[in-house]
């Protein structure tokens, strides 16, 4: 009797425990504009540690949309990690431009979840050639030491 009890006691235990680790990010997005550019650095972007993302930029006339898409190639892990991206736009007439950024994080229904992390009006002059180029550095460091727990080492076990 002693051991179904501690065994329904770790199982409940196990199935409680948030994600394994989870790094402190503090999510930043600096927007920079020079001829005919904007240039978007999110920094210490909360995502899962086993997605890679996939950054779209949508524009129609002064309103750009930035999505950086949480993708998987197998599927999520039990940690959360810092991720750098940046998307760079060229080729933009000068004026006043409506810049937001969003999160997509999969459901795995179905369904995805977009979650605002903030909309900024930037001055845009100059000209330059119209392009798009994206980037994104998965779990970067943010200078903090990691920790071994009992929930880091279920997640190398994954």
């Known amino acids: 009797m002693k051991i179904s009890f501690f065994a329904i006691v770790a199982a409940v235990a196990i199935l409680a425990t948030p994600p394994a680790w989870a790094q402190e990010c503090s999510e930043e997005v600096v927007l920079e ?87 900024w009006v930037v001055p845009v002059s100059g000209h330059s050639t119209a392009s798009v180029e994206t980037s994104y550095e998965a779990c970067i460091s943010t200078g903090m030491a990691e920790e071994t727990t009992w929930g880091v080492i279920k997640a190398l076990f994954r």
Request: with cysteine; glycine share 8%; aromatic share 14%.
């Open 33 to 119: 504009t020079f001829d005919g550019t904007i240039v978007m650095h999110h920094r210490e972007a909360l995502f899962n540690c086993c997605a890679y993302l996939e950054i779209e930029v949508l524009q129609d006339s002064f309103d750009v949309g930035i999505f950086e898409w949480e993708m998987f190639e197998v599927g999520p892990c039990y940690c959360m990690c810092c991720f750098a991206a940046e998307a760079t736009i060229r080729g933009l007439p000068s004026g006043d431009y409506t810049v937001s950024v969003w999160k997509v994080h999969d459901n795995f229904d179905g369904t995805w979840t977009h979650e605002l992390v903030g909309t």
